[in-house]
């Protein structure tokens, strides 16, 4: 079952460990599916080497990361989707990089700020140092995110990049440009239904960028804070 405890919306620094973790949550929405409880699939993950990593140092990490992705959404559906042998691979990378956006502020902001504009624009080139401008400002406006090492942000662009290469909105992490993207119509509807317009953009959905535009009105752009 789903965690009872308040969801809270992480800054994302942890994305340098977790990565896109696609086959990771498959594995964890499954179980949840079948009804084991989050604590047995976190101690599963560790004793058992369900995701079979080399060692299983970190196991118990990741499981954590999926379960929190998995409450970030909210959606039994898309959970559900999530899960091996319900969604096809493409709708489950679709829908992780939708779960992390909602987990994570560093990647909802990176969707909105740099994604959803190119697509709205269509303006389909984003290059590396777009993606060091989107950092540089996070830093300004945000002191914790300041505070990380320049490690940890050379990390964070590689991920940033990979997890659209991995959802299929770019072709490699040497590209410089966004591919046409059909978003997947469950993910469409879920999306609307948790009044996610202004993700929706970076997803090449822009059916509901009118009402984005008068639900965000006099409002900071609909970013996660």
Known sequence: MPSQ?????????????EKFLLDEIRIVATLRESGVSDADIIRRASEDNI?????????????????HRLDALACPELAGLLAEGRGSFDQAA?????????????????????????????????????????????RARDEGVASWSEATFIK??????????????????????LLPFAIDPALERAMVAKGDFDLL?????????ACDSSVNAGSEGGVAK
């Open 94 to 138: 679709q829908i992780n990089l939708y779960a992390i956006a909602c987990a994570y502020r560093l990647m909802r902001e990176f969707l909105v700020e740099e994604v959803a504009l190119r697509y709205r624009t269509l303006d389909f080139e984003l290059t590396a140092a777009d993606v060091n401008a989107f950092f540089t400002r996070v």
């Open 201 to 209: 953009p970076a997803f090449d959905c822009m059916r509901f960028d």
């Open 156 to 177: 964070l662009r590689g991920v940033l990049r990979g997890s659209l290469v991995k959802a299929g909105l770019m072709r490699s992490v040497a590209s410089s440009e």
């Open 51 to 67: 995701f079979q990593y080399p060692t299983t140092r970190e196991a118990a990490g990741m499981a954590c990361a999926c379960l």
């Open 5 to 17: 405890k308040p969801f809270e919306v992480k800054r994302g620094g942890t994305l340098t460990r």
